[in-house]
């Protein structure tokens, strides 16, 4: 216990030690034969370093004031300083603190932090069959490290924030100077800034609280977890956030586009990848409109069915006691129950859920006379298609959207898909993504951005920066006229 003289019991240092002797993992102690008292929190240091480094040294040199102690110390970064919102932040993030209770209140701040972090490991929701395969971890440092080694430019600037009352959490916003538009970078940190949060536990916090509209579905900042995507969406002008503690990054402005994007194109033929893009943006399509269509046209529009497959339906359908709205919407209940609950459990039994649980229970309910088998294929088949964009938060929007296209099929038949399809659109439109329409290149109509969204051309092509992002320099690298020669093998 610490025995304090009436001055000393007054100052602000006085009153954070006491409120840190409440914790029973803070220590503070007096070091026998000398005026100086130690404190720090057990749990947030390494003791290894305080008891061979620290106390050691001291008591070889035996130092009779705090610029001697700073002295001897084979630790950089030790500070002496009276400020006491300093000398708060560095105990709480494991640092120790020298200090008397006569003369001036200085403490002597030496960081002896315990960082316990995950090893770098391969990405789980972003995976490649080629391609580099590190992802992000739970530590800033670590995952700057990770897009220095991409990017090793002077030009990489890192600008960092603390946000959070409680949490304090440490936020990195990157871009490279010379790049990316400085009212991006002004934009970015002026919303940061302006958080007031207690807590900010994953850059998924960040996401929602600085995106343009806050009530809309769409991510408008798009996360990874793989460094390499970072540094080439850093190198293209966009500005990328990390926050301590999670694993992934977030960047922007982005468009809608981007989210049908895997970097996984990048590593393939311009015309392959080209194909599969095409690929997801049509499936995306068709998860959202198949089972709305089936309900709308077996409502209203049943004439438009062929004769034979119009007779497959009604062989499906003839014991089904429910309509087809009603039907479609147990449906694509049980798959986000089983979706979900396999989200839920541990990895082996949440996929033994899933599979086992999917062909139980579709089966049954066919047998059942719950449902027709032609619906459980539509539905099936189209929650598949949602998991084929490479960002996992866009699949659960369009899995979500789904529903209230199936309601206006209900009411309205085709013509309500039509009036639910123009209102995802206007509101598509409307949106902004750091102040940059989130539809472009589509609207407004910008045709040299096409080159990389809807199709993938290849790198000989995209000599400039999308327009979106308004980089500084748009230059990627100068075309220059080459003849490719053919040389003969006897030659």
């Known amino acids: 216990m610490l025995k304090t003289d009436s001055a000393f019991q007054k100052s602000e240092l006085a009153k954070l030690l006491q409120a840190c002797e409440e914790s029973a993992d803070f220590l503070t102690f007096r070091l026998h034969d000398s005026p100086f008292f130690i404190a720090y929190f057990k749990t947030l240091v390494k003791p290894e370093i305080i008891h061979h480094d620290v106390l050691a040294c001291f008591k070889a040199k035996n130092p009779s004031a705090l610029e001697e102690i700073k002295a001897i110390l084979p630790i950089d970064d030790v500070s002496i300083t009276d400020n006491i919102t300093d000398i708060q932040n560095k105990l709480m993030t494991g640092s120790l603190i020298f200090y008397i209770k006569e003369g001036k209140p200085d403490c002597l701040v030496v960081p002896v932090p315990s960082v316990e972090k995950r090893q770098v490991t391969t990405p789980e929701t972003e995976y490649t069959v080629a391609g580099p395969k590190e992802a992000f971890v739970e530590s800033l440092d670590t995952n700057l490290n990770l897009v220095r080694k991409r990017l090793p430019i002077p030009e990489l600037q890192v600008k960092e924030l603390v946000v959070g009352k409680l949490s304090k959490t440490r936020v990195a916003v990157v871009y490279v100077k010379g790049i990316a538009d400085p009212e991006n970078v002004k ?29 809309s579905p769409f991510p408008q900042l798009i996360d990874t977890e793989r460094p390499d995507r970072l540094a080439a969406v850093l190198a293209e002008g966009k500005v990328g956030i990390f926050s301590d503690g999670s694993p992934t990054a977030i960047s922007g402005p982005v468009s809608l586009i981007t989210y049908f994007t895997a970097f996984e194109d990048y590593l393939s033929i311009w015309n392959v990848a080209s194909a599969f893009r095409l690929l997801r943006i ?178 000989s092509k995209q000599a400039l920066r999308p327009l979106q992002i308004r980089a500084q320099d748009r230059q990627r690298f100068q075309q220059e006229a080459s003849q490719k020669k053919d040389w003969d093998i006897d030659d």
Do not use: W
């Open 282 to 459: 049509f499936a995306v399509l068709f998860s959202i409109l198949a089972t709305s269509s089936y309900v709308a046209i077996l409502t209203y529009h049943y004439e438009m069915i062929p004769r034979d497959v119009l007779s497959l339906l009604i062989t499906s359908r003839g014991t089904i006691p429910f309509p087809p709205f009603l039907e479609a919407i147990l449906l694509e209940l049980a798959i986000e129950l089983l979706r979900e609950a396999g989200a839920r459990l541990p990895t082996k039994i949440g996929q033994t859920i899933g599979i086992v649980g999917g062909i139980v229970l579709g089966t049954a309910a066919v047998q059942a006379g719950l449902t027709s088998n032609v619906l459980l294929i539509v539905v099936a088949t189209g929650a598949l298609a949602s998991f084929t964009t490479p960002i996992y938060q866009v699949s659960s929007v369009i899995r979500l959207i789904r529903f209230p296209f199936i309601l206006f099929a209900h009411l309205l038949g085709l013509v309500g898909v039509a009036v639910c399809f123009a209102l995802l659109i206007s509101h598509l439109l409307k949106l902004t993504s750091l102040g940059r329409p989130f539809l472009e290149p589509i609207y407004p109509l910008r045709v040299e951005d096409f080159k990389d969204s809807i199709i993938r051309l290849p790198f």
């Open 187 to 215: 934009t970015v940190i002026q919303r940061i800034n302006g958080i007031d949060y207690d807590e900010i536990a994953d850059t998924s916090f960040l996401s929602q609280m600085i995106a343009d509209n806050k009530n």
